[in-house]
Nanobody, 124 residues
Framework: VQLQASGGGLVQAGGSLRLSCAAS????????MAWFRQAPGKEREFAGI????????YYADFVKGRFTISRDNSKNTVYLQMNSLKPEDTAVYYC??????????????????WGQGTQVTVSS
């Protein structure tokens, strides 16, 4: 299984970015795909999750109403659309995959597969 994250960059506060996570190596219909982020000196934190089969999503409180996760089955790709970005959103963003329903979805330890991370920097 390989996850390839991309789309990070530098954006001004209030701006938008769309991150992509291209998945390969198996069929992901029984998987959840999540986005985490990690700021310097901080622990990796859960941002949101999508069930590949149903498309159901769940978000951390700090991104609700600003971030949206979606997937394109034909491209085996999951997206994180980030709007109204704030300087505190600055972090390395990671996509991750787990078998749906296994473990606690907000905990990084529940995920076996990780992308390499993509840097998002929001300037004030």
């Amino acid at each position: 299984v390989q996850l390839q994250a991309s789309g990070g960059g530098l954006v001004q506060a209030g701006g938008s970015l769309r991150l992509s996570c291209a998945a390969s190596g198996r069929t992901f219909s029984t998987y959840d795909m999540a986005w985490f982020r990690q700021a310097p000196g901080k622990e990796r934190e859960f941002a949101g999750i999508i069930n590949w089969s149903s498309g159901n999503t769940y978000y951390a409180d700090f991104v609700k109403g600003r971030f949206t996760i979606s997937r394109d089955n034909s491209k085996n790709t999951v997206y994180l659309q980030m709007n109204s970005l704030k300087p505190e959103d600055t972090a390395v963003y990671y996509c991750a995959a787990r078998v749906a329903g296994i473990g606690v979805f907000m905990q990084p330890g529940s995920y076996l597969h990780w992308g390499q991370g993509t840097q998002v920097t929001v300037s004030s």
